[in-house]
């Protein structure tokens, strides 16, 4: 049962453009997310997080948008940049919890 | 760098053998995460130990145990090894039960 789902294997864009990467989840006990990102090799990089109680975080190029109702959350990066081409995985976990569940990631690559 | 490390970065080994994969988590974070990721799939959370106590329990087979020492870092035994357990195992620490979890670099294990 995948709890959190991105559809998307992968997403392709050019230097300087918007990325723009998806987020589903089932399980409505889900009060906080996260966004890592993960380059070959390496483990996975804590990158933006938000917490149910609000719609929207930003950070620098980075913003979370948080949708309760359509439980969806989506990540933007503007302007998207060749060190950003990465794979991208959403993560949540309920506040009382300390299991963070994964999505299968999605492979970004940002094109010159 | 997160500040977790990981050793070994590789190990191969055959069925039926045993192995241990260590990880120090980041100055001050009482919480130790393992995680895997098989080909292909996402990360899947297997077990969590907070100062020294196992928190929380994931899809861990009864062959894989774990332990949390005094000094924090953490070990993670897999034994009677299968081709199937073959994955990348990342460590992850946090500073709170709960919240962003920061990754090592991960050890490949192959089983031959």
């Known amino acids: 049962d995948q709890q959190v789902k991105q559809n998307s294997p992968s997403l392709s864009v050019q230097e300087g453009r918007i990325s723009i990467l998806n987020c589903d989840y089932t399980n409505s006990m889900f009060d906080y997310f996260l966004w890592y990102k993960k380059y070959p090799a390496e483990g996975p990089t804590f990158l933006i997080s938000?917490?149910?109680?609000?719609d929207k975080n930003e950070d620098g190029r980075f913003t979370v948008f948080l949708n309760k109702s359509a439980k969806h959350l989506s990540l933007h990066i503007v302007p998207s940049q060749p060190g950003d081409s990465a794979v991208y995985f959403c993560a949540a976990f309920t506040g009382g919890g300390n299991k963070l569940t994964f999505g299968t990631g999605t492979q970004l690559k940002v094109e010159l | 760098d997160s500040g977790v490390t990981q050793t070994p970065k590789h190990l191969i080994t055959a069925t039926g053998q045993r192995v241990t994969l260590r990880c120090s988590p980041r100055?001050?974070?009482?919480?130790v995460y393992w995680y895997q990721q098989s080909l292909d799939q996402g990360l899947q959370f297997l077990i969590q130990y907070y100062n020294g106590e196992e928190r929380a329990k994931g899809n861990i087979l009864e062959r894989f145990s774990a332990q949390q020492f005094p000094d924090l870092h953490s070990e993670l035994n897999l034994s009677s090894l299968e081709l199937g357990d073959s994955a990348l195992y990342f460590c992850?620490?946090?500073?709170?039960?709960?919240?962003?979890?920061?990754f090592g670099p991960g050890t490949r294990l192959t089983v031959t």
């Open positions: 992850a620490s946090s500073g709170r039960v709960t919240g962003e979890q920061y």
């Open positions: 938000i917490s149910s109680i609000k």
């Open positions: 100055s001050g974070d009482l919480s």
